[in-house]
């Protein structure tokens, strides 16, 4: 017997189980025929004693020390699986050891741990060691579809068969998932319309349709969130119909869900639906602000138009929570990405700056306004610009630096400079120009 492991075993009588980790490791080390490789030779006259040994590890070790001799089965590969899975049988043997077995075996794609697992999975072993199978069994990719579809036809294991079906990407699980779309269990009914919507296939528009009417929120919510990903068919599908009536579900999540596809879809009907939504009083300020979000999103020149309308609509809620829809309607023309639509939106604001609205003297509104102006790049934004440096708040006049900077540089900081030298200027505006330019030069 090698000198290494005599030290192991001795290392095993003082219960020094890190030393025991280390002896083995070397032991490996030395014994490898392929240096290149961290395979142990399976033909090793001593390869049952190593396994024996790291077997005492795992038995009395700490959690660190039982972490450590994970990557010792690992080298020594397929001879270790009859052993370890004869302690996950072992019921009499301690739980954790158990479970640390059961992770070990993960590494081992293989017919018997495939069985071992499914065992478990439909034992009536602590549900902590069911959980951990079942991961062991995801992660075994496609070779374990088959087991796990078969776990899914019995209830007492169709929850952990259809969490750890969902964790394999591969088309081949959708014909198990489409097979539990209607289960009883509310859980499992969700985790199968989630995890189909990983996927594109001719099947799953019509489930996801159905389960728009389930009577669990997070199956609906899940149901919008995969229709969403099919807006190329929304007028095969009739999605607008079928997401504006779900603005107004019972839950706010599904509602701000559908809000969010809606805005995805982008087509005029799904800006006329989220337009219809966000001039009604009912409608809570939070769940007000994502269907502007959406409406944002649409870039089109009906949801231009609506955003326009809405900016000087009275919402009739508190004077805050108005500015701050107001202030999120800027922020939305801030973020248009059509070139062809952001002289539209310059002129929305500049309209939107002579009407008076209240809500300009809002000092976040002023801030929105000057960034989102100098995002959109219209010279003509210029004059707005300077007149904010009149404001006495210096957060909106540095914004409004930012703004102009980004409008035309040189021009901007040529007017400014005129403007500094007219004696007529009031001093209020005489200040905020003098901030500017230091600003600028800074």
């Known amino acids: ?27 490996i080390l030395e014994s490898r025929s392929d240096k290149a490789t961290s395979t142990f030779p399976k033909n090793n006259a001593d390869l049952d004693e190593v396994i024996d040994l790291g077997i005492e590890v795992l038995q009395n070790g700490d959690f660190q020390e039982k972490w450590d001799i994970d990557k010792l089965f690992k080298q020594i590969g397929k001879p270790a699986i009859a052993p370890l899975i004869e302690i996950i049988k072992d019921r009499e043997i301690d ?4 479970w640390f077995v059961t992770k070990i075996l993960a590494e081992f794609n293989s017919e018997e741990v495939l069985e071992t697992m499914g065992n478990i999975i439909v034992s009536s072993e602590p549900v902590d060691l069911q959980e951990i199978a079942a991961e062991t069994l995801a992660s075994f990719g496609d070779s374990a579809i088959d087991l796990l579809t078969d776990l899914l036809a019995k209830p007492k294991s169709r929850l952990l068969a259809i969490k750890a079906l969902a964790k394999i990407n591969c088309i081949s699980i959708i014909p198990a998932l489409l097979t539990v779309v209607k289960d009883e269990n509310n859980e499992v009914r969700m985790i199968a319309i989630s995890a189909l919507n990983n996927y594109c296939d001719s099947r799953i528009p019509i489930v996801l349709i159905s389960a728009l009417k389930d009577k669990v929120a997070k199956v609906r919510k899940a149901a919008i969130i995969g229709l969403a990903g099919y807006a ?25 869900q559908a809000a969010i596809a809606l805005g995805k879809i982008g087509t005029n009907s799904a800006a006329t639906a989220l337009c219809e939504l ?19 999103r649409i870039e089109t020149q009906v949801s231009l138009e609506y955003l326009q ?28 990405e059509k ?22 003297e809002n000092i976040s509104v002023k801030k929105s306004l000057a960034l989102t102006l ?7 934004a210029l004059e707005y610009l300077i007149q904010l440096l009149e404001d006495g708040d210096n957060s909106v006049i540095l914004h409004s630096v930012a703004a102009m900077k980004k409008l035309d540089s040189k021009k901007a900081y040529q ?11 009031n001093s209020q505006l005489k200040k905020g120009i003098a901030t500017a330019l230091a600003e600028w030069n800074n």
């Open 374 to 380: 100098g995002y959109l790049g219209n010279i003509h």
């Open 309 to 336: 309308n809405l900016l000087g609509y009275n919402f009739l809620v508190k004077v805050n929570d108005w500015a701050q829809i107001v202030n999120e309607i800027i922020i939305a023309l801030g973020k248009l």
């Open 232 to 256: 190329n068919l929304h007028q095969e599908l009739g999605l607008v119909k079928l997401l504006q009536a779900l603005l107004w579900d019972i839950n706010f999540e599904v509602s701000q």
């Open 1 to 27: 017997m090698s000198n290494l492991l005599e030290q192991a075993k001795i290392a095993v009588q003082r219960q020094n189980w890190s030393l025991v980790n280390y002896y083995l490791k070397q032991f």
């Open 415 to 425: 007017k400014l400079v005129s403007l500094s030298e007219q004696a007529t200027l």
């Open 278 to 296: 966000l001039k009604t009083t009912a409608v809570p300020v939070f769940f007000k602000i994502d269907a502007v979000r959406a409406l944002g």
């Open 339 to 360: 070139p062809e639509l952001k002289p539209q939106a310059t002129n929305i604001l500049i309209e939107f700056i002579a009407s008076g609205n209240p809500n300009l």
């Open 95 to 98: 739980l954790e050891q158990r």
